[in-house]
């Protein structure tokens, strides 16, 4: 007797186990890198197109995401509705997509844009950070053509300061696109690193003061066209030399007041988990070389600040806040 209950125990926590590591969620974020001619940025840099010598003021760069699904474990598909990313490539682009049944990540599909049914929603009904939420500068065109699917603006000219803008809009514009990615794993999450080369969006677009239109068709059509075929990438991931060297690494000030800076001169950036002593986790995201980390809204005490390239960990260190 004693030996069927034990066996019906066993049986009952191995199916316990086995069902828990079935349905185990993973958290899976999306970080976009964004680029010009092969150089990483964040902000509003001064670039040039190629074979051209006249030189521009990247000023805005906008644009919705929507239309999500993940491709993993041997070609099953996840759609996420409702998803929306407003991306700005003036800052990080670092983006929680959700929490799925899955291990391996094997692409990803987007659209460019905002669907028709939310096109034409009212963005006073949004609360909140949401990125259909009323902006400014605006990304809501009106009641009649929806968001601005893209909102590209820069300072052309001598002094760079003549400006020269795409906005694109329309419903007829949404187009449904593919990559095939990889994700890094940094801890239990998977991030999916996805390369931007803006560069390319302007294809058979010349950049100059005569180069304003805001609609559907001409350059704001072939602007969407390009970052449908052109502008993403599934982002390669190499041994890169921070990994063959230890590398320079320090924050600053230890104790802090609340504000610390991060210096990685030999990793351009890094992502980072808060951790209470206790093991719980409080914060994440990436952080790159001389930026700095807000710990303002934690309760004084000691926290552990997890550091990660895109090979995996190389570094934790306690901070003593005040």
Do not use: C
């Amino acid at each position: 007797m004693k030996f069927e209950v034990l066996h019906r125990l066993l049986a009952f926590f191995g199916a316990f186990i086995l069902l828990s590591s079935l349905y185990a969620q993973t958290d899976v974020y999306l970080k976009i890198n964004h680029k010009w001619n092969g150089n990483t940025f964040i902000g509003k840099p001064t670039v040039s197109q190629s074979g051209s010598s006249a030189f521009f003021i990247l000023t805005r760069m906008e644009y919705y995401m929507s239309g999500f699904e993940i491709i993993h474990d041997s070609g099953m598909v996840t759609p996420i509705p409702g998803k929306y990313l407003l991306v700005n490539a003036d800052d990080t682009s670092f983006e929680f997509l959700g929490s799925f049944n899955l291990s391996n990540i094997e692409g990803i599909s987007f659209h460019i844009g905002v669907d028709s049914a939310a096109n034409h929603s009212d963005p006073s009904l949004y609360e909140g950070n949401h990125p259909l939420k009323l902006k400014f500068p605006s990304m809501h065109w009106g009641w009649a053509s929806g968001y601005r699917f893209i909102a590209f603006e820069a300072g052309t000219g001598v002094n760079m300061n003549e400006m020269a803008s795409i906005h694109t809009l329309g419903n007829k514009n949404y187009h449904k696109q593919t990559q095939t990615v990889s994700a890094n794993q940094f801890g239990s999450d998977l991030i999916i690193n996805l390369d931007a080369e803006y560069a390319n969006g302007f294809n058979s677009i010349t950049i100059d003061p005569n180069l304003f239109y805001h609609g559907d068709l001409e350059d704001a059509k072939t602007l969407i066209e390009n970052f449908r075929d052109y502008v993403f990438s599934g982002s390669t991931v190499g041994i890169t030399a921070s990994k063959m060297k230890q590398p320079s690494f320090s924050i600053y000030p230890n104790p802090t007041s609340g504000i610390i800076g991060v210096s990685t001169p030999d990793i351009p950036s890094l992502f980072y988990e808060v951790r209470g002593l206790s093991g719980k986790l409080i914060n994440k995201g990436f952080v790159q070389n001389g930026q700095q980390l807000d710990l303002r809204d934690y309760e004084s005490g000691i926290y552990l600040i997890q550091f990660f390239d895109e090979q995996g960990f190389i570094k934790s260190e306690k901070v003593v806040l005040h």
